[in-house]
């Protein structure tokens, strides 16, 4: 199984006092602490193979935190070549090949090493499992030989310490804040109050969560979320009247005035890890596929909901990003493959492809004029490029660790950019000057929005928090806790 965008999850539920003898604090401390999983002893007449044998594991185990926005410790094993690079802290010592007994991710899965992978409070492999890792290692960790068969995958609620702040919007009149937390999808309007000055500013408070009905824990009870999977993506129409919320395999379209459900969108291959609605609000564009093997991108009529069309094989690698240009003809798409591309609207025909980034491209954004695009990457650069050449026009360097987000200030040159190194820029795309930098941040960040007049500002970070800014001036509104927006008990 996999949680709702990747992984297997157990709810528990109290369900009472229950009378206990008393136990000690040694027999307590020992009866928590996780022993390794043993291994067995695997009969094997053939080697292991990696899209075969290992490679569903990790899926089915580990890509909730390690594949796409979320890749804690900068660990992505979504596919062979990011596992081997190993993460922030360990690099190559995550895999030695030849030898499990010193390669940090066999020590982890074992639970032989902290972290433990995966967490205690998710299902840990099997000794099956840790036994066809290990004897792979000891193989050499080869690369895969076959092409990659994808299995059903089985989602399931995800638990609820998984909460960073994924996706979040701002209404294009700068009243709602709406953000994605795990698979729940919580809502800010912003009401008059008096500071102690007596001066009137404007206040965040929570409104509603998005609720799916069908949504249910294993008992049948509601879970009061609005996908049963991670919510990977939000966009909100011109008009703020509907939002789109994606997940795996799904897009919902939520009435905002009612906070009711309005269509719902299947047939995805994967994660939908990218939306945008066109500037008139006539199309809604998903972008998302799975990790290594394509990049899908389909185009809606955002009123009735109809596919428009399909681009087969928009990119090579998963689709991060999205934005039609001002006019509304082209869509412009950034995807793990490390290209930009800008597609024709409505009939999805290639126009250009732009390359330069060495990483997964995480945003990009048009300048009012149309002329120009920024995009924004893993690498840590944002570029610049001219569309009508198809060239290059400057590298904008700033960011000390990837970027995972950027969006353009309404009709403005300006955009945005999020950071793992935990802070927001302000940019102006005619000069490729940084205008303003937001910090406040003690965590990754993975989401950025801006009211279109620029004066409201939202992050959105690992540690789950949503902080709103005066984007004239860089100085911290408020921020808002997911304690806020918890369901009462």
């Not at 294993?218 to 011109?238: C, M, N, W």
């Amino acid at each position: 199984m996999r949680w709702l965008a990747f992984h297997p999850l157990v709810v528990l539920l109290w369900v009472g006092p229950v009378l206990l003898a008393p136990v000690s604090s040694a027999q307590e401390s020992k009866k928590d602490e996780l022993q390794p999983i043993p291994t067995v002893d695997l009969k094997r007449n053939t080697p292991i193979e990696y899209n075969t044998d290992i490679a569903p594991i990790f899926e089915n185990k580990c890509f909730v935190c390690h594949s796409g926005k979320i890749t804690e410790g900068d660990f992505d094993m979504s596919s062979y070549d990011k596992l081997m690079k190993g993460g922030r802290k360990r690099g190559a010592k995550v895999i030695i090949p030849g030898k499990p007994e010193e390669s940090f991710l066999f020590l982890a899965c074992a639970r032989r090493a902290r972290p433990i992978m995966p967490p205690k409070t998710e299902t840990p492999l099997t000794p099956h499992e840790l036994s066809l890792l290990k004897l792979w290692i000891e193989q050499g960790a080869k690369a895969p030989t076959t092409t990659r068969v994808r299995t059903k995958v089985v989602v399931s609620l995800p638990p609820a310490l998984v909460r960073p702040v994924r996706a979040v919007v701002v209404a294009p009149d700068g009243k709602q804040v709406i953000a994605s937390r795990g698979n729940q999808i919580h809502v800010y309007t912003a009401q008059k109050k008096q500071d102690p000055g007596k001066k009137e500013v404007l206040d965040w408070v929570y409104q509603r969560s998005l609720v799916d009905p069908n949504v249910k824990f294993p008992d049948g009870k509601p879970a009061g979320a609005a996908h049963v999977s991670l919510v990977e993506s939000l966009a909100i129409s011109p008009d703020g009247k509907t939002l789109a919320s994606g997940s795996f395999q799904e897009v919902i379209l939520w009435d905002l005035a009612s906070g009711q459900i309005r269509q719902r969108l299947t047939g995805f291959a994967d994660r939908v890890t990218a939306l945008a609605f066109s500037g008139d609000g006539k199309y809604l564009a998903t972008g998302g596929g799975p990790p290594s093997e394509e990049g899908e991108l389909k185009l809606f009529d955002a009123a009735s909901a109809q596919l428009v069309a399909e681009i087969r094989n928009a990119h090579s690698d998963t689709v991060f990003a999205l934005a039609f240009s001002p006019d509304g003809k082209y869509l412009a798409s950034g995807a793990a493959d490390k290209f930009v591309k800008v597609f024709e609207v409505p009939s999805g025909k290639l126009v250009k492809s732009f390359e330069g980034h060495t990483h997964h491209v995480m945003g990009v954004g048009w300048t009012p004029d149309g002329k120009r695009l920024v995009s924004g990457s893993a690498d840590n650069i944002v570029k610049a490029w001219d569309f009508d050449k198809g060239e290059k026009i400057r590298d904008m360097p700033g960011h000390q660790k990837q970027i995972t987000a950027l969006v353009v200030v309404g009709k403005t040159p300006q955009f945005l950019t999020v950071s793992g190194d935990t802070t927001a820029r302000l940019w102006n795309a005619d000069n490729g000057a940084t205008i303003r930098q937001f910090s406040g941040a003690g965590d990754f960040l993975y989401a950025v929005a801006a009211s279109p007049d620029g004066e409201v500002v939202a992050t959105g970070c690992e540690d789950g928090l949503v902080r709103l800014y005066n984007g004239k001036t860089g100085a911290l509104l408020k921020a808002l806790a997911p304690e806020e927006a918890a369901p009462k008990k």
